[in-house]
């Protein structure tokens, strides 16, 4: 047996897993057997918000070791194997898990401009845990790795390709380490492991992926999780004209924009409000802001699925997953309304169950709730990664 501890350092949170994992599931992917067993796990939350007590993500980490020691798991223990860590942007150095290096987590480092609200908060993961424990192996499991393999079609902005090639301007994804699991499972749901997959991660970033027989052929995030889906607090698909408009007629700074479209959009910017458990209740109430709210945040996943649909030609299964995705009844019912002509139909009782598949028996794609689990997916590639590296 081997433990692999995880750490999914987020912009205010830090999630943490502790796994016990069978000597004869090396990481790859599919079904592990039931060898894999869930040790610890905890979220560290409110990091740096005021009257927090988690001030930085170095007390972050510290709370994380405590909560493990609590358990009974001290994080200096002999029987922990490796530190896999999520790092959201990998750029075009890193299309793969990767063995921490001080080369690599300069690298990391040099990508938090393409970033900034996320590498940052995994390189602080990675330096804190280096610092506690020197002697393991840690990994970087990057969003971007899944997306990599995206046609040129799909990855390539229509600007002057000579600027684009200068500044690394063009659309990398996210979510990558949810969208590879997730399609997996949804395929294995329908038994077509080689089948079309939508997935839909509704978290507090949100975005959509198209999949094909296991590759993804496009998704919604670009060269910054600021694209596509409608977010907790980041806008998505904006005309970049607004910018330039925001910019130079209301001389608003770039710093001021970037605020603007990263934290005080979305939902927060629409109803006041980024947790959609309060816009559902809102919503129920009558509240017209609310409703408003919603009504843009299902329009846009409404049209990501319609041109996933185009994209994919046809399509096997509809996978919602993510804080959102898993729970929320009333964003399935109306992204999803209206769109019988293309062979998606719900069940409205399974829907409300909100367990496997939620689709009629009619519908010609099945739709289902499939939770996603980031931490599961990186362990299994931590693993990988280091078996490979033992075998040389
Ligand atoms: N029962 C629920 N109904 C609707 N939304 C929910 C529910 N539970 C959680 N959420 C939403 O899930 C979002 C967080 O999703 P999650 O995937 O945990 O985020 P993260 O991107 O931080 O991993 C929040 O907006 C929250 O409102
Ligand atoms: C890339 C991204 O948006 O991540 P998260 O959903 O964790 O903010
Ligand atoms: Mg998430």
Same mark, same amino acid.
């Given at each position: 047996?081997?433990?692999?501890?995880? /750490?999914?350092?987020?912009?205010?949170?830090?999630?943490?897993?502790?796994?016990?994992?069978?000597?004869?599931?090396?990481?790859?992917?599919?079904?592990?057997?039931?060898?894999?067993?869930?040790?610890?796990?905890?979220?560290?939350?409110?990091?740096?918000?005021?009257?927090?007590?988690?001030?930085?993500?170095?007390?972050?980490?510290?709370?994380?070791?405590? !909560?493990?020691?609590?358990?009974?798991?001290?994080?200096?223990?002999?029987? /922990?194997?490796?530190?896999?860590?999520?790092?959201?942007?990998?750029?075009?150095?890193?299309?793969?898990?990767?063995?921490?290096?001080?080369?690599?987590?300069? *690298?990391?480092?040099?990508?938090?401009?393409?970033?900034?609200?996320?590498?940052?908060?995994?390189?602080? *993961?990675?330096?804190?845990?280096?610092?506690?424990?020197?002697?393991?192996?840690?990994?970087?499991?990057?969003?971007?790795?899944?997306?990599?393999?995206?046609?040129?079609?799909?990855?390539?902005?229509?600007?002057?390709? !000579?600027?684009?090639?200068?500044?690394?301007?063009?659309?990398?994804?996210?979510?990558?380490?949810?969208?590879?699991?997730?399609?997996? !499972?949804?395929?294995?749901?329908?038994?077509?492991?080689?089948?079309?997959? +939508?997935?839909?991660? /509704?978290?507090?970033?949100?975005?959509?992926?198209?999949?094909?027989?296991?590759?993804?052929?496009?998704?919604?995030?670009?060269?910054?999780?600021?694209?596509?889906?409608?977010?907790?607090?980041?806008?998505?698909?904006?005309?970049? *004209?607004?910018?330039?408009?925001?910019?130079?007629?209301?001389?608003?700074?770039?710093?001021?924009?970037?605020?603007?479209?990263?934290?005080?959009?979305?939902? /927060?910017?629409?109803?006041?409000?980024?947790?959609?458990?309060?816009?559902?209740?809102?919503?129920?109430?009558?509240?017209?802001?609310?409703?408003?709210?919603?009504?843009?945040?299902?329009?846009?996943?409404?049209?990501?699925?319609?041109?996933?649909?185009?994209?994919?030609?046809?399509?096997?299964?509809?996978?919602?997953?993510?804080?959102?995705?898993?729970?929320?009844?009333?964003?399935? !019912?109306?992204?999803?309304?209206?769109?019988?002509?293309?062979?998606?139909?719900?069940?409205?009782?399974?829907?409300?169950?909100?367990?496997?598949? +939620?689709?009629?028996? *009619?519908?010609?794609?099945?739709?289902?709730?499939?939770?996603?689990?980031?931490?599961?997916?990186?362990?299994?590639?931590?693993?990988?990664?280091?078996?490979?590296?033992?075998?040389?």
């Amino acid at each position: 047996m081997t433990q692999v501890l995880v /750490l999914n350092s987020g912009s205010s949170s830090v999630k943490y897993r502790l796994l016990s994992i069978g000597s004869g599931d090396p990481g790859g992917a599919g079904n592990d057997g039931g060898r894999t067993e869930r040790l610890a796990s905890g979220t560290v939350e409110r990091i740096g918000e005021e009257g927090s007590p988690v001030a930085d993500h170095a007390a972050a980490l510290e709370s994380v070791a405590d !909560e493990l020691a609590a358990a009974g798991f001290g994080i200096d223990s002999p029987e /922990l194997t490796a530190i896999g860590h999520r790092v959201v942007h990998g750029g075009t150095d890193f299309t793969r898990p990767t063995l921490i290096t001080d080369e690599v987590a300069a *690298g990391i480092r040099n990508l938090i401009p393409l970033a900034p609200l996320h590498n940052p908060a995994n390189l602080a *993961g990675i330096e804190v845990a280096r610092r506690l424990r020197p002697d393991l192996p840690q990994v970087a499991v990057f969003d971007t790795a899944f997306h990599a393999t995206m046609p040129e079609a799909a990855s390539t902005y229509a600007i002057d390709r !000579e600027t684009a090639r200068r500044f690394g301007v063009r659309r990398y994804g996210f979510h990558g380490t949810s969208h590879a699991y997730v399609s997996r !499972e949804a395929a294995a749901l329908v038994g077509r492991p080689e089948g079309n997959v +939508i997935v839909l991660h /509704l978290g507090n970033g949100a975005s959509a992926s198209a999949v094909s027989a296991g590759r993804c052929v496009d998704t919604s995030m670009g060269m910054t999780p600021l694209e596509g889906l409608v977010m907790g607090t980041r806008s998505g698909d904006i005309d970049p *004209g607004a910018i330039l408009h925001l910019r130079r007629t209301a001389g608003m700074s770039l710093a001021e924009i970037d605020g603007l479209l990263n934290r005080r959009s979305g939902m /927060l910017g629409l109803c006041g409000d980024n947790d959609m458990r309060e816009v559902g209740r809102r919503v129920a109430e009558g509240d017209p802001e609310a409703e408003l709210a919603l009504a843009v945040y299902c329009h846009r996943l409404r049209k990501y699925v319609g041109a996933y649909c185009a994209v994919l030609g046809t399509v096997d299964v509809i996978a919602f997953t993510g804080g959102v995705g898993e729970n929320s009844v009333l964003v399935r !019912e109306r992204a999803l309304s209206g769109l019988e002509a293309f062979g998606i139909v719900l069940d409205p009782a399974r829907n409300a169950d909100g367990k496997g598949v +939620i689709s009629a028996d *009619g519908s010609r794609v099945t739709v289902a709730v499939v939770p996603t689990d980031e931490e599961l997916e990186i362990a299994r590639q931590t693993l990988d990664i280091i078996s490979r590296t033992n075998r040389g």
